[in-house]
């Protein structure tokens, strides 16, 4: 009944691969609009902004991404009824959740690294709290969270594998229908690996790209720039 | 021009200013000397609005900063500070570090923001680095961007907060002058600062504090020569 790894098994996992880097760029850039307002949120001088902020982060990251999943994927259909996203749709909603919260995180780390004494000279200046949040803190504090953000949108890549279970055609699903067809998971899931590996290279090749053209090296150990410029 | 009356200021439990009380006149050179923790850049960051006050009032050009309904921001158009660290935006060149108070908040034409900032810039002898970025000057260059930046709002009152601690014994002289500059032209100046030489020459009043208080205060004159209180000639023995 099996039949053995052929070249034609290659289509269904490169579509897999290409659902997959649909669904991370989508969700990856939606994690990182709602990480920055929900991180400006957390650094805010509004108590209730701050409040709601924190509240989503700390709930949202205390729990398993696979729980996130599961849970939009069903729950969704249960409370809004008539609401019926589709599989791609779900495991965009569940994945940008859970990125927004750890974006929020990455860009609270920033703004609080860029040095105190920017935000006094700009207080000093007069600018109001926008205003210094737009013209000083957030474009030194963009540089620092590159580093990390390239970091964690490699680790959305490999968590995305998690949508397997709502039947989304991802690239670990195609490997598994894959296997199921040829019986031979050593190959099919060598090949799924690869092309994991070759998206998660080609994230952290733009982060290099990055370094080199604004000189931020991508390197998460690195230290802000030393007060005092 | 700035009223101080019996200014308290708490961190927790550490009373840093007891009780200040010091009236400032229009084109008056104050200078604030006294040994480190006695309290001299806390009273010259609440004159701004960067510390909060814990009781006492602060009025500048009739506003009043202990009231809440005043804006900050007004407060601070009119009194320009000097840090440090400099604190110069690195991210930008030179020259926008001098017009962005300018642009963004008086809404200042491009054009005439622009003009603005050579002239400051020529007037502290950095014309040529305009189109640099802080990064590349040096303490000594980048202090006297950062007032030329300060002076990019016209404020009434310059306030410095230990602006040649944090530079070369050799290159303060070049930033002491263009504060003489300044003095001479008649803006109302309070310098934080331990340089005792500046003090003696361009200060109309100097003040002496220490623990959280005013020791003493009288023309330069009366304090390095013939110093009252026994902690300011103790402090002065060891500086002078």
């Given at each position: 009944?099996?039949?053995?790894?052929?070249?034609?098994?290659?289509?269904?996992?490169?579509?897999?691969?290409?659902?997959?880097?649909?669904?991370?760029?989508?969700?990856?850039?939606?994690?990182?609009?709602?990480?920055?307002?929900?991180?400006?949120?957390?650094?805010?001088?509004?108590?209730?902004?701050?409040?709601?902020?924190?509240?989503?982060?700390?709930?949202?990251?205390?729990?398993?991404?696979?729980?996130?999943?599961?849970?939009?994927?069903?729950?969704?259909?249960?409370?809004?009824?008539?609401?019926?996203?589709?599989?791609?749709?779900?495991?965009?909603?569940?994945?940008?959740?859970?990125?927004?919260?750890?974006?929020?995180?990455?860009?609270?780390?920033?703004?609080?690294?860029?040095?105190?004494?920017?935000?006094?000279?700009?207080?000093?200046?007069?600018?109001?709290?926008?205003?210094?949040?737009?013209?000083?803190?957030?474009?030194?504090?963009?540089?620092?969270?590159?580093?990390p953000g390239i970091g964690f949108l490699i680790g959305l890549v490999k968590?995305?594998?998690?949508?397997?279970?709502?039947?989304?055609?991802?690239?670990?699903?195609?490997?598994?229908?894959?296997?199921?067809?040829?019986?031979?998971?050593?190959?099919?899931?060598?090949?799924?690996?690869?092309?994991?590996?070759?998206?998660?290279?080609?994230?952290?090749?733009?982060?290099?790209?990055?370094?080199?053209?604004?000189?931020?090296?991508?390197?998460?150990?690195?230290?802000?720039?030393?007060?005092?410029? | 021009?700035?009223?101080?009356?019996?200014?308290?200021?708490?961190?927790?439990?550490?009373?840093?200013?007891?009780?200040?009380?010091?009236?400032?006149?229009?084109?008056?050179?104050?200078?604030?000397?006294?040994?480190?923790?006695?309290?001299?850049?806390?009273?010259?960051?609440?004159?701004?609005?960067?510390?909060?006050?814990?009781?006492?009032?602060?009025?500048?050009?009739?506003?009043?900063?202990?009231?809440?309904?005043?804006?900050?921001?007004?407060?601070?158009?009119?009194?320009?500070?000097?840090?440090?660290?400099?604190?110069?935006?690195?991210?930008?060149?030179?020259?926008?570090?001098?017009?962005?108070?300018?642009?963004?908040?008086a809404k200042t034409s491009k054009e005439e923001a622009r003009a603005k900032?050579?002239?400051?810039?020529?007037?502290?002898?950095?014309?040529?680095?305009?189109?640099?970025?802080?990064?590349?000057?040096?303490?000594?260059?980048?202090?006297?961007?950062?007032?030329?930046?300060?002076?990019?709002?016209?404020?009434?009152?310059?306030?410095?907060?230990?602006?040649?601690?944090?530079?070369?014994?050799?290159?303060?002289?070049?930033?002491?002058?263009?504060?003489?500059?300044?003095?001479?032209?008649?803006?109302?100046?309070?310098?934080?600062?331990?340089?005792?030489?500046?003090?003696?020459?361009?200060?109309?009043?100097?003040?002496?504090?220490?623990?959280?208080?005013?020791?003493?205060?009288?023309?330069?004159?009366?304090?390095?020569?013939?110093?009252?209180?026994?902690?300011?000639?103790?402090?002065?023995?060891?500086?002078?």
């Amino acid at each position: 009944m099996f039949r053995p790894f052929e070249w034609q098994d290659l289509i269904p996992l490169a579509q897999g691969a290409w659902l997959t880097i649909q669904l991370c760029a989508v969700s990856g850039i939606l994690g990182v609009i709602f990480g920055l307002i929900l991180g400006i949120a957390r650094t805010s001088p509004s108590r209730i902004a701050r409040w709601i902020s924190t509240i989503y982060i700390s709930c949202v990251r205390g729990i398993p991404v696979l729980v996130i999943i599961f849970f939009v994927f069903f729950g969704i259909p249960l409370l809004f009824p008539g609401l019926e996203p589709d599989k791609f749709a779900s495991a965009v909603i569940a994945l940008t959740c859970f990125a927004a919260a750890y974006v929020a995180e990455i860009v609270r780390g920033s703004i609080e690294a860029v040095a105190k004494g920017q935000s006094e000279a700009a207080d000093a200046l007069g600018l109001n709290y926008w205003r210094k949040l737009t013209y000083v803190i957030l474009p030194q504090a963009v540089k620092i969270m590159v580093p990390p953000g390239i970091g964690f949108l490699i680790g959305l890549v490999k968590d995305s594998s998690l949508v397997t279970v709502t039947g989304l055609l991802e690239l670990t699903h195609a490997g598994n229908i894959v296997t199921n067809l040829t019986g031979d998971p050593i190959k099919t899931f060598l090949v799924v690996a690869g092309m994991y590996f070759v998206i998660c290279y080609g994230i952290s090749r733009l982060g290099r790209l990055y370094e080199k053209r604004t000189g931020v090296h991508v390197d998460p150990l690195k230290l802000p720039e030393p007060a005092g410029i | 021009m700035i009223f101080v009356e019996n200014l308290n200021k708490k961190f927790g439990p550490n009373h840093v200013l007891k009780g200040i009380d010091c009236h400032i006149r229009e084109r008056e050179v104050v200078c604030v000397i006294g040994p480190s923790g006695s309290g001299k850049s806390t009273f010259l960051r609440c004159m701004n609005g960067l510390e909060t006050i814990s009781s006492g009032s602060i009025v500048i050009n009739k506003h009043r900063l202990d009231d809440s309904k005043t804006n900050i921001n007004l407060v601070r158009q009119e009194a320009g500070m000097v840090f440090q660290h400099f604190n110069l935006f690195p991210h930008l060149k030179v020259i926008d570090n001098v017009m962005l108070a300018p642009l963004k908040v008086a809404k200042t034409s491009k054009e005439e923001a622009r003009a603005k900032a050579e002239m400051l810039l020529t007037k502290v002898g950095l014309a040529e680095k305009m189109d640099t970025f802080p990064g590349n000057l040096s303490g000594g260059q980048m202090q006297r961007v950062a007032i030329a930046r300060a002076l990019a709002m016209d404020p009434k009152i310059m306030l410095f907060d230990e602006p040649t601690s944090a530079l070369d014994p050799e290159i303060v002289g070049e930033v002491l002058a263009v504060m003489k500059d300044l003095a001479n032209e008649g803006m109302t100046m309070v310098v934080v600062t331990h340089e005792m030489g500046f003090a003696r020459e361009v200060a109309d009043r100097v003040i002496f504090m220490d623990q959280g208080r005013i020791v003493e205060e009288g023309t330069p004159e009366e304090i390095f020569s013939s110093p009252q209180h026994g902690r300011t000639q103790g402090f002065l023995s060891k500086v002078l």
